[in-house]
């Protein structure tokens, strides 16, 4: 019988982008990577369609919210490229 979620992670890299992002459990989960330190996690969709965005706390990443929810994965992953990206930026 096999695994419903693998563990192994999958690296996706934008190379314009300071922010690294990892799939992980076959999709329902991607972490962003900064530094080599992740920063935030997106899960879902949840039932409601909606995608968790996560914060965690970092000495990279100082966000207003620990919890987000957003309508897609692209508007989630481009909040922290706001947030995120623009902290390395400014290091």
């Not at 992980?24 to 409601?48: E, F, K, N, T």
């Amino acid at each position: 019988m096999g695994s419903i979620f693998s563990f192994a992670s999958r690296k996706s890299d934008n190379p314009a982008s300071a922010i690294g992002w990892e799939s992980r459990y076959d999709g329902v989960l991607s972490v962003a990577i900064l530094d080599d330190v992740p920063v935030a996690g997106i899960s879902g969709p949840w039932p409601d369609g909606n995608y968790a965005l996560t914060w965690w706390s970092t000495p990279h990443v100082d966000a207003d919210r620990k919890l987000e929810f957003h309508s897609s994965l692209a508007h989630a992953r481009q909040r922290v490229e706001e947030i995120a990206g623009s902290m390395a930026r400014a290091a």
